[in-house]
C-alpha cells in the first residue's frame, strides 16, 4: 500500500503518466486481493441453520467481484485507446 502511495504521488508531482498508472494498478492489486482474501476466510466459516451447506458461496462471489474489476478496468483501457483513436492523438 505504501508503495502504491508513493508511485501514486510521484506521479502526480512529477506528471509521470507511466507512474501514475502502476501506481493504479498497484493499488487495484491490493484491492482485488483484499476481495479475494475476504472471500476466502468468509468461505471457510462452518455450517449454521441459515447455512446448511456451508459458506463456501462467498469465494464464488469474491471471484465475481474481482473479474468484473478486471472487466471494467479492461473496458477503460479499451475506450480510452478508441478515444484517443478517433481523436487522432
Known amino acids: 500500500a505504501g508503495l502504491a502511495a508513493m508511485k501514486l504521488v510521484t506521479g502526480a508531482l512529477t506528471g509521470s503518466l507511466a507512474l501514475l498508472a502502476d501506481g493504479f494498478n498497484s493499488a487495484g492489486d491490493i484491492v482485488a486481493t483484499a476481495v479475494a482474501y475476504a472471500g476466502f476466510k468468509l468461505g471457510q466459516a462452518p ?35 478508441i478515444a484517443n483513436l478517433t481523436r487522432g492523438d
Do not use: C, Q, R
Open 47 to 81: 455450517a449454521d441453520d441459515n447455512h446448511p451447506y456451508g459458506h463456501g458461496n462467498f469465494e464464488s462471489a469474491a471471484v465475481l467481484v474481482v473479474g468484473a474489476m478486471l472487466l471494467a478496468t479492461g473496458a477503460g483501457i479499451a475506450w480510452a485507446g
